[in-house]
């Protein structure tokens, strides 16, 4: 079968859906309600201290995403370099591939204890005192971070005003471990 050249596209590799179907594709979400302003919502992610073999830090890389929705608005801080005193609960995190049984290269934690915040990489403004809205790297291909290994990173959300019954949340963090793996298939779209 012969298609017209008016309906053949370029090929375009989609590398997040490559990873959800080689099963290295992996994200958790979590709701918080009634934040305010003392006592802003804190996750921590910590990438690998140790990487089974055969990968290596040189060859494994983690990528993370994350988005915030809000009620009302907030201040997103993500720093780098974090210094904990305790993690706090762990968030479980899915693979999704539901077929796959690999397990992620890092940990997310709500509410760890912070003794130094780190070095701040990335902070926006998301809604007003009145309105709430979506924020954080939102569009994985401009946005996403590329984390270190064995370093521990803080994401804090703290409410723009205080209002009754506190804002709310929900926090999505979604990422990949680029291992060695099977090379990208480049596949025409029509």
Known sequence: ????TSIIANPRVNLSHHRVHEGNFFSTHTISTGLLIANPKLFIFVTPHEIPPPFTPETTKVHLVFVVSCD?????????????????TPVTIIN????????????????????????????????????????GLVNRDEQEFILKVTTEYLLKI?????????????????????????????????
């Open 1 to 4: 079968m012969t298609l017209p």
């Open 72 to 88: 009302i608005g907030v201040k997103i801080e993500f720093f780098e370099d974090t210094i904990v005193t305790a993690n706090g």
């Open 96 to 135: 999704q591939n539901r077929l796959s049984t690999t397990q992620p290269l890092g940990q997310v934690f709500e509410n760890p204890a912070v003794l130094s915040d780190g070095t701040l990489i990335f902070s926006q403004i998301v809604g007003s005192t009145t309105t709430g809205g979506t924020g």
């Open 158 to 190: 703290t409410p723009l005003i205080d209002v009754p019954g506190g804002t709310n949340i929900t926090t999505h963090f979604k990422g990949y471990d680029a291992r060695p793996s099977s090379p990208v298939a480049i596949v025409p779209r029509f």
